[in-house]
């Protein structure tokens, strides 16, 4: 059972920005798909973005798009989320996924939360205004 250990969130003003990262909490010799959703109180879970294993696939929601950028060093096993330009209604509780994919599967990402095999346990973002 992988564990995802996500670190990077806190409280930061309107403007700000904070790079997110996620890493299994063993190293791990898998090939993983990963992405990032977020989940602020009262709605529901949102996709923001995912990345395929090899790097060469990315995807980033419309509603951060040019502010956020994911990315990853597979030879740390981490995969980031750089989010600029902060706004308050990007507070949430920002959770990143993994889908272990075959080696076909390099450029393999998903876009349901359905699709991801391991989750962490999130980490939290607040923007003020």
């Known amino acids: 059972q992988v564990q995802l250990v996500e670190s990077g969130g806190g409280l930061v003003q309107a403007g700000d920005s904070l790079r997110l990262s996620c890493a299994p909490s063993e190293r791990t010799f898998s090939r993983y798909a990963m992405g990032w959703f977020r989940q602020a109180p009262g709605k529901e879970r949102e996709y923001v973005a995912a990345?395929?294993?090899?790097?060469?696939?990315?995807y980033v929601a419309d509603s951060v798009k040019g502010r956020f950028t994911v990315s990853r060093d597979n030879a740390k096993n981490t995969v980031y989320l750089q989010m600029n330009s902060l706004k308050p209604e990007d507070t949430a509780v920002y959770y990143c996924a993994a889908k272990d994919v075959p080696p076909s599967g390099s450029l393999w990402y998903g876009s349901s939360a359905e699709w991801y095999n391991y989750w962490g346990q999130g980490t939290q973002v607040t923007v003020s205004s």
């Open positions: 990345i395929s294993w090899s790097g060469g696939r990315t």
